[in-house]
């Protein structure tokens, strides 16, 4: 299962991961949750039922859609649901903006640090990134979008490369 794990980061005393489930990229929590991305976000509200054992209560979750709680996120402040929300590109559901559209919780997914080191995971482990490939009803053609842009990069790279293996310097 490790080898399906393609970030982490700990945020208030617990262990977020980006991960590859049959549900596509994924992010979960190892105190339990998870849920897919392109389709999730943040939300403070107490939800009708909780996830797991025990009462929901108001605070913090990580949803999917709008209602649906999947991670609780006890004691977490504005610095930390900012913290979260830019790590693994999850939307901050307010009442103003109550369910944004799935593009624009795509593309703020696309933009994180989740999403470059998934993009990293792919090609470091493309077997497994391929039989996955076809799970992506919430991210839809992650696995074309991060082998073309891991192509463009290996590309700059080896353009840098060779300037500065041509001038000795690279400033021209």
Avoid at 81 to 87: A, N, Q
Avoid at 148 to 157: G, M, N
């Amino acid at each position: 299962m490790r080898n399906r794990v393609f970030h982490q980061a700990t945020i208030a005393g617990l262990t977020f991961e980006g991960v590859m489930t049959a549900s596509g990229p994924s992010v979960a929590c190892q105190a339990g949750g998870g849920v897919a991305l392109g389709v999730s976000g943040l939300r403070q509200f107490q939800p009708e039922t909780a996830p797991h054992r025990g009462e929901p209560r108001f605070g913090w979750w990580v949803v999917k859609y709008r209602d649906e709680a999947r991670i609780g996120l006890p004691g977490f402040g504005p610095a930390h649901i900012r913290r979260l929300s830019d790590e693994f590109g999850l939307v901050i559901l307010t009442e103003r903006d109550p369910c944004p559209a799935d593009r624009t919780r795509q593309h703020y997914f696309f933009t994180s640090p989740a999403w470059d080191a998934l993009r990293q995971w792919v090609a470091k482990h493309p077997r497994i990134a391929k039989a996955h490939a076809e799970y992506d009803p919430y991210l839809p053609s992650w696995h074309e979008r991060a082998m073309a842009e891991a192509a463009v990069l290996r590309a700059q790279s080896r353009l840098c490369a060779a300037r500065v293996k041509g001038t000795g310097h690279g400033l021209d």
